[in-house]
Every structure is written in structure tokens, then in C-alpha cells.
């Protein structure tokens, strides 16, 4: 998994490549709580290379959301292939946060 | 958990071998990844070793089919509850999404407490090509 943090505007663009599962999950939430730490509160997950996720990745997504929450925060997504979105849809996540087609619609939920 | 990519390169290099479609694979996948890590994490808490065996194969009318063996201690994971998934990022908790995936991903799962140990067959039903 490779995981790369660009600041566009008043957010922070997370985009994920290859697999988050129970290996690697754990690598992805400690990165971006860092950088919530570091007062990065808005986020654009881009899923467009996300190949495979498993509960740990969801898991993972889950909690640095109520991290973000917390601290007035949050985290929205985009670029999801057709596979990844069932499994956010089956576990409700679609619900819960909102999901865009591009990057730049997914940024445009930040601009005020 | 480093024995995760020796089980999942087994079974996923049998699958594609089977010509098993690339939607399937995922499914599959997800669930191997979902069982052995709760058996790796949940089912020798006492003891610290244990084995876990895993067999699959492919069947005449087109199911493939997965076979999860542990010695631990009893775990039937049908009999979980799904979590609630109507509820918010703030009261949502954290387990049970990995069951959860399990059952809507595979098209079949049975368990079995057999003399001391776990047994879980799933069956993938793989969708028929129309020409």
C-alpha cells in the first residue's frame, strides 16, 4: 500500500494505492492521525487505486473519522471502483460519509 | 499474521488457475483474510500456537469452494449478530464488520463444532458467461 498526502485549498487530499488490509491498515490510520494531529481536519480520501479492502481497512476509515469528528473534522471520498463501493455500501458505510466523482467535486463539500 | 500471504497465495493461485472471474477473487479473498485473521487474533487467546488448515477446490456445478479448520476454542460466526448499520460515525462501533462481510460475500457458509475444533465450508457460486 502506498499512501500520498497533497494539500489542495483548506483540505487534504489522501490518496490510497493497492491494498488496505489487515497488514497494512494499520499503517494507513497511523499516518493520517498524524496529520490530524498536525490540525489537517479536512479530508479527500481518493480511492481511485484502492485494489482491494478488507474490515481492518474499514476499521481503520472508521476511526480516524471519529478522530475527526472530534475535533469538528471530516473525511469524504472519491474515485471508487465498482467492487470497492459494494463493500462500503454492504457495511453501511455510504450512509455515513458522502462519495464524488473527482477529487475536485469532492473538494468543492470544502469550499466556503 | 505473516502466514496471511502464504494461505492467500495458495488459495488465490488455485482459483486463477480455475479461471475463477476477477469479482469472485475478491470476494474470496476478503473472506479468507476475514476468518484466518479472527482465528490468528480469537482462537488460541490461551494457548498462543495453534494450526489452522485450509482446503479449497473447485466443484462440477460451478461453486468453488473454501474450508476453514481451526483447534481453538468454539466460534460459530454465524451466530453473531450483525452490527447496526444505520448508525452514525460517532455511536457506530468498531467490530463485527468483518462477519458481516462474510455472509454477504460468500453465497453459502455452514459451521460445525467437530471433537474440539472449528470447521467453516463456504461456496462461491461463479457466474455462468453467456455467449
Known amino acids: 500500500m502506498e499512501v500520498k498526502f497533497d494539500k489542495q485549498g483548506n483540505a487534504l487530499v489522501v490518496a490510497v494505492k493497492g491494498r488496505m488490509d489487515a497488514i497494512t491498515a494499520p499503517d494507513f490510520e497511523s499516518q493520517c492521525s498524524n ?3 498536525e490540525g ?5 480520501a481518493d480511492l481511485a487505486e484502492l485494489e482491494y ?3 481492518a481497512g ?3 476509515i472508521l476511526q480516524i473519522s471519529k478522530k475527526l469528528k472530534q475535533k469538528k473534522g471530516q473525511i469524504n471520498f472519491c474515485c471508487l471502483s465498482g467492487i470497492i463501493q459494494h463493500v462500503f455500501t454492504i457495511s453501511g458505510f455510504d450512509s455515513m ?3 464524488h466523482d473527482s477529487v475536485a467535486q469532492a473538494l468543492l463539500q470544502y469550499e466556503r | 499474521m505473516e502466514y496471511l500471504e502464504t494461505f492467500r497465495s495458495y488459495v488465490l493461485g488455485k482459483a486463477e ?3 475463477i472471474d476477477q469479482e469472485t477473487l475478491f470476494k474470496i479473498e476478503l473472506v479468507l483474510e476475514e476468518l484466518l485473521t479472527n482465528v490468528i487474533r480469537y482462537a488460541y487467546v490461551d494457548g ?3 494450526d489452522v488448515e485450509v482446503e479449497c477446490s473447485f466443484e462440477d456445478n460451478g461453486r468453488f469452494h473454501l474450508s476453514i479448520h481451526d483447534w481453538g476454542k468454539p466460534f460459530d460466526p454465524l451466530g453473531r449478530e450483525d452490527p447496526d448499520l444505520t448508525k452514525g460515525v460517532n455511536e457506530r462501533e468498531i467490530g463485527g464488520l468483518g462477519i458481516h462481510l462474510v455472509r454477504q460475500m460468500a453465497d453459502q ?3 460445525r463444532r467437530e471433537a474440539n475444533s472449528n470447521r467453516l465450508k463456504l461456496y462461491f457460486q461463479i457466474p455462468t458467461v453467456c455467449t
Open chain 2, 109 to 111: 457458509v455452514s459451521y
Open chain 1, 40 to 44: 489537517h481536519i479536512l479530508m479527500v
Open chain 1, 58 to 60: 474499514l476499521r481503520s
Open chain 2, 17 to 19: 488457475k480455475w479461471g
Open chain 2, 48 to 50: 498462543g500456537n495453534g
Open chain 1, 35 to 37: 496529520y490530524i494531529d
Open chain 1, 53 to 55: 479492502i478488507s474490515s
Open chain 1, 97 to 99: 460519509f458522502s462519495f
